[in-house]
């Protein structure tokens, strides 16, 4: 009766093994209709079993099962699980002939995720490393045109992002601060940008220098008149020869910033001439002939 206990039980367990075993022709070919259908959520189960559990799946059905599971993350605009899905095809499958489609979806994706160009930039980076990627790479796919929109729009947006930095540096009276970034848009992002509207913006700030070292240099001017006192009153040389190489170093530094407020003052002058003379029709003329005469009347 024992044996024959042990034996039921061993047959019960055997067949219940059996049971779970699954093989592709159960998953496979019912995710593909699903997916034929349009029928994502329940297809998007059907793949993942396929890819996690069925048996007897070959390197092109887990390709095709992937593809089609990242794909349908991406139909329906859930661009986060479709990055991590795309991401891992590129990593398993890096020749297949999905992957100039994939970098493309991959760039779109991370377009849809990223945030306003006032934040941060790194999808929106990653955005513009696949679509070059895909440019490079496969140059003649019906994809590459696309990616090159879509640089487009990634250049557009870093510009946009460093005009902002520039604009808030200039709100807040760091006006050589703001016309490095808006040197630096001028430079980089040409053809994102009204060059006359820069060109001013640039002048503009240069010409204002002054205004953001006033304080500072007040201030180390202030210093130095302690230290003179200082100076004048100290008997010990050692301590004395202390505070005159601390006056030095303020003077030089005041130096500095005043050889600043001179070169961007000349710079600006000579960028208003260039304005003046390359946009004669731009709305800004005005305000740079202006700027010119303050800039002349002040030697």
Do not use: W
């Not at 050692?238 to 001179?262: A, F, G, T, Y």
């Amino acid at each position: 009766m024992k044996k024959l206990l042990i034996a039921v039980i061993s047959s019960a367990v055997m067949f219940s093994c059996a049971e779970k075993v699954i093989k592709k022709e159960q998953v496979l070919t019912k995710a593909f209709q699903l997916y034929e259908k349009g029928e994502y959520d329940d297809a998007k189960e059907y793949f993942k079993k396929a890819i996690y559990e069925a048996q007897n799946m070959t390197t092109t059905d887990i390709m095709e099962a992937r593809y089609h599971l990242a794909n349908i993350y991406y139909l329906q605009e859930n661009y986060i699980d479709a990055i991590v899905e795309f991401e891992e095809f590129l990593s398993l499958f890096p020749t297949s002939q999905y992957v100039p489609e994939v970098l493309y979806k991959l760039a779109v994706s991370y377009l849809k995720v990223s945030p306003s160009p006032d934040r941060d930039l790194t999808y929106m980076k990653k955005a513009g490393e696949k679509a070059e990627e895909l440019i490079d790479n496969y140059p003649d796919s019906i994809y590459a045109k696309k990616a090159k929109e879509i640089i487009q729009k990634v250049r557009k947006a870093e510009a946009q992002h460093l005009i902002e930095i520039a604009e808030l540096y200039e709100h807040l009276g760091k006006y050589y601060s703001a016309s490095i970034y808006y040197n630096m848009v001028f430079d980089d992002y040409s053809d994102q940008i009204e060059e006359d509207y820069i060109t001013y913006k640039i002048a503009y700030n240069l010409a204002n220098t002054d205004q953001q070292y006033a304080d500072e240099i007040q201030e180390y001017q202030e210093k130095i008149e302690k230290l003179e006192e200082k100076i004048k009153a100290e008997k010990d040389l050692e301590k004395k020869n202390v505070l005159l190489n601390r006056k030095k170093l303020l003077e030089e530094h005041i130096s500095k910033l005043q050889d600043r407020i001179r070169t961007s003052k000349q710079r600006a002058i000579e960028i208003i001439k260039h304005a003046l003379k390359n946009y004669p029709d731009s709305q800004y003329t005005k305000s740079l002939e202006e700027l010119l005469k303050k800039l002349q009347k002040e030697g």
